[in-house]
């Protein structure tokens, strides 16, 4: 049997082996990098998805905007960083 070309036989979604993503590309999150990727960046996680921070260090609450979003990892850039001496202040 011959299928039309308007079902969705080449929509790509069957299976759903990926989920939509947590994040937006552009939007901003506050985040703490948990851990360092063999290429020295940041690793945060939004709702399980490993986003991949550059110049940032184990430890470090940031304020991050999301570049790029791939099918298992999302890419972003700091566009804040809060000092642990700040946050110390503010708790105390």
Sequence with gaps: MVKNMDEKSFSGTEGDRFPPK??????EYDVEIQEMSRRGEGIARIQGLVVFVPNTQNGDHVKIRVTRISRRFAEAEVVGKEKAEEKEESEG
């Design 22 to 27: 947590p994040v937006e590309v552009g939007k």
